[in-house]
């Protein structure tokens, strides 16, 4: 590994150590780690590190864009007679087949927390299963317009606001996710509330700036549209020019507003217009929110509470 | 930042210079990143990183187990009458409306590539919104079986395998996730050819070891089933042991078998059975294959070849 900025500014912290160490022979090199550099990273930095999920868990029930219709939940059924074992059409149950699955109805991929790709506007646009890979992992930014929108709820966010922000933390890196935190997430188990206008929005001056100045990969808000002006300018600005953006993440109150990473995952539908996106946050260890690996390993995972049974949406939740 | 293992080890490093320099006076400690470690991180290793999608983009025709039906996809529709701009049911479409979506009709959330969890074989099980968001990023290992395979095609991983993987390249680290390698994804655009039995398994043994003794987050295969045993008897022990497990990944033969990290993203419906995933291999900057942040930044995105259309199955596809 070349000297970096960070291995110099460590070189640095650890100089009167080696000073006081000059008088003696230098202490045999250690063994490079065993996985190399990002398995350290991983080992020193990402275990003790702090999640926080952005993401809301979709359902049948929750709000969505008028235009839309909501989703729905059923047994998955079998597709094919298997002789001694199942019937077409039958429901799999857990007694008689040893598994379930769900089978879901999307009406539209603008659902829940997601990843709009430009082909949602522009039929010259890529699709999700266009992005490259490299959208997995990038520095995330949030800035934070929560105590604007309290005074006003159709407040969007302005260039002041980025401007703000860099005098607090510096340039925003280039790739980076910039997440605009208004707290409107707090509204959605409420459809008519989450779905009112005005709801807080996204400036168009302030995503020009973000995209073709600080060259971020793409902007997030909590609202289901980027803004509510009558043409949506700042969505139709962004989708019309090869970028694209995140509808509906949560919990942006819980993480820093410099400093985290963000994971990026979403399901891949080849040619979709949307996706069906999971954000996490990635915190430095000393972040007072979230949990760490150490906290929540995910395996094994705690079971339910009580047997999982279909509720009248068809989503399973523990039923005494 | 306290010293670490890795910090030692470029002290080591550095000492050398830090002994040439005694004579003269240390030089001021640099300033600390901006962002701090995390952002340092991303800016020295994450950005030159290779990434590489483990992912099948899924469609109505693939693979998929026999007891389960396919896929629709279809024009998203007007679910609800918007006076001058849309009547209930019409398709929307790029001229009439600015922007068109897609309708998903999934059967089963066992479609292409996954991530199992424990509800769907256990009533007491974790589903896939019980998941920590601790599932976001892990070390990577990926244990090969590929030679073995291409001599018969019901090879399933065996301890012996993890042993001579752990012989090359040291201990598989705990809360890793493990790919077992077999090239059976290189079958995918062949339905029939990727259904056949037998198809490459990974053992119940190997399952014990990895999970019991490593303790890792979970594994992955690339067939659609763990193992062609009639009680399906690995994904039975791992789905009644509150494990998860991951189906229908692919290219792991561009994958280094140690050293790199991958970014787990699954769309997350409540109480779901299933997880429509997102898998992404991040390898180090020397690695051959993949691609970096600086060669496919993401934003602007490449425009497509010709305006998007359905095809006869409802995928948008570039057609002149």
Redesign the interface.
């Known amino acids: 590994?070349p000297?970096?900025?960070?291995?110099?500014?460590?070189?640095?912290?650890?100089?009167?150590?080696?000073?006081a160490?000059?008088a003696t022979a230098?202490?045999?090199?250690?063994p490079?780690?065993?996985?190399?550099?990002?398995?350290?990273?991983?080992?020193?930095?990402?275990?003790t590190?702090k999640?926080?999920?952005l993401?809301?868990?979709?359902?049948p029930v929750q709000p969505?864009w008028?235009?839309?219709?909501?989703a729905s939940?059923r047994p998955?059924?079998?597709?094919?007679t298997?002789p001694g074992?199942?019937a077409k059409g039958k429901p799999?149950t857990?007694k008689d087949h040893?598994?379930?699955?769900?089978?879901?109805?999307?009406?539209?991929?603008?659902y829940?927390?997601q990843l709009d790709?430009?082909?949602?506007?522009?039929?010259?646009?890529?699709?999700i299963?266009?992005?490259?890979?490299?959208?997995?992992?990038?520095?995330l930014v949030v800035i934070s317009i929560a105590d604007k929108v309290a005074r006003d709820p159709g407040y969007a966010l302005q260039v002041a606001d980025i401007d703000d922000w860099e005098a607090r933390?510096?340039?925003i890196?280039e790739?980076s996710v910039v997440m605009v935190r208004s707290d409107w997430s707090k509204k959605w188990a409420d459809s008519t509330a989450f779905n009112a206008k005005p709801f807080p929005g996204v400036g168009l001056a302030a995503l020009k700036v973000l995209?073709l100045e600080r060259?971020?990969?793409?902007h997030g808000h909590e609202p289901l549209d980027t803004d509510s002006t009558p043409t949506l300018e700042g969505e139709?600005w962004l989708?019309h020019?090869?970028?694209?953006q995140a509808e509906g993440v949560t919990n942006l109150d819980q993480v820093p507003e410099?400093?985290?990473?963000i994971?990026?995952?979403?399901?891949?539908?080849?040619?979709?217009?949307?996706g069906?996106?999971?954000y996490?946050a990635?915190?430095?260890a000393d972040w007072p929110h979230?949990?760490?690996?150490i906290e929540?390993?995910?395996?094994?995972?705690?079971?339910?509470p009580a047997?999982?049974k279909r509720d009248a949406q068809g989503?399973?939740?523990p039923t005494p």
């Open positions: 590994m000297p970096t900025p960070r291995s110099l500014s460590l070189f640095a912290a650890l100089f009167p150590l080696a000073l160490a000059c230098p202490p045999p090199p250690a490079p780690p065993p996985g190399g550099a990002l398995w350290s990273v991983y080992e020193t930095q990402l275990k590190a999640y926080i999920d993401t809301h868990a979709f359902s969505v008028p235009g839309f219709a909501t939940f998955a059924v079998a597709g094919a298997i074992y199942v799999f857990y040893g598994f379930i699955a769900t089978s879901y109805v999307l009406p539209t991929d603008q829940g927390t790709p430009p082909a949602h506007w522009d039929e010259r646009g890529a699709t299963s266009d992005l490259p890979p490299t959208y997995a992992l990038r520095p933390h510096g340039r890196p790739g995209h060259k971020i990969l793409f139709a989708l020019n090869n970028f694209t410099a400093g985290a990473l994971s990026i995952g979403f399901a891949k539908p080849k040619g979709g217009t949307g069906f996106a999971r996490v990635i915190a430095p979230g949990v760490s690996v929540a390993p995910g395996a094994p995972l705690p079971q339910q047997p999982l989503v399973l939740v």
